[in-house]
Structures are given as structure tokens and as C-alpha cells.
Nanobody, 126 residues
Framework: VQLQASGGGLVQVGGSLRLSCAAS????????MGWFRQAPGKEREFVAA????????IYADSVKGRFTISRDNAKKTVYLQMNSLKSEDTAVYYC????????????????????WGQGTQVTVSS
């Protein structure tokens, strides 16, 4: 399984970015997909995740109402639309996939995900 994250960059406070994560090597549409982030000196934290069917999503409280996760199973891609960005959103963002096909539960724990993308840097400047 390979996950390729892209779309990061430098943006001002209040701006927007859309991250993409393209998957290959597994039947993408069968698995929960998640986004996590890691800021310098901090542990990796959950951002958002979406069920394999796309009908259920969960978010970290810190991004709820500002970020939106979505997926296009035909394109094997998951997206993270980030609006109203804050300086504290600065981090390396990673996409990841849950190993259980057709999972009903969506996990916030990094340890629940088995494959990870390489990360894309998001820097929000004030």
C-alpha cells in the first residue's frame, strides 16, 4: 500500500488549503482513511477520519467547523479541506489507512492505522 500526500504549503492566518492523499496497492474504497498531524516537539495527533463508505466522519475538536474530510473512491483519493487556518495548525500532515476492511468504527488512535503517507508540510504564518 502506498499513500501519497500533497497540497501542503505556506498560507497566512485565515487562509485555506486542500490536502490530497492518493492511495494505491489496496482496494481503497474498503477502508477508513484518516488525517493526522505532528508539530515540532509534539506527538502525532488525530485530525479527521472518514468511513470507507464516506457516510460518517469524525474530527478533532480543534478543527471541527473549519476542516472537512472527504473521499473520492473512484479516484482512490481522500481530501482535507482546511479553512480559517490558525498558526497552531502548523504541522506536518499525514494520511493513513485503517487495516480492517468495512470497519464500522472510526478510530482516533494513530496505532489503529497501518499504512502512512510521507507527510506534507503546512505552515500558517501570522
Amino acid at each position: 500500500v502506498q499513500l501519497q500526500a500533497s497540497g501542503g504549503g505556506l498560507v497566512q492566518v485565515g487562509g485555506s488549503l486542500r490536502l490530497s492523499c492518493a492511495a494505491s496497492g489496496r482496494t481503497f474504497s474498503n477502508y477508513v482513511m484518516g488525517w493526522f498531524r505532528q508539530a515540532p516537539g509534539k506527538e502525532r495527533e488525530f485530525v479527521a477520519a472518514i468511513r470507507w463508505s464516506g457516510d460518517s466522519t469524525i474530527y478533532a475538536d480543534s478543527v471541527k467547523g473549519r476542516f472537512t474530510i472527504s473521499r473520492d473512491n473512484a479516484k482512490k483519493t481522500v481530501y482535507l479541506q482546511m479553512n480559517s487556518l490558525k498558526s497552531e495548525d502548523t504541522a506536518v500532515y499525514y494520511c493513513a489507512t485503517d487495516p480492517i476492511p468495512y470497519a464500522r468504527a472510526i478510530s482516533r488512535l494513530p496505532s489503529s492505522y497501518d499504512y502512512w503517507g510521507q507527510g506534507t508540510q503546512v505552515t500558517v504564518s501570522s
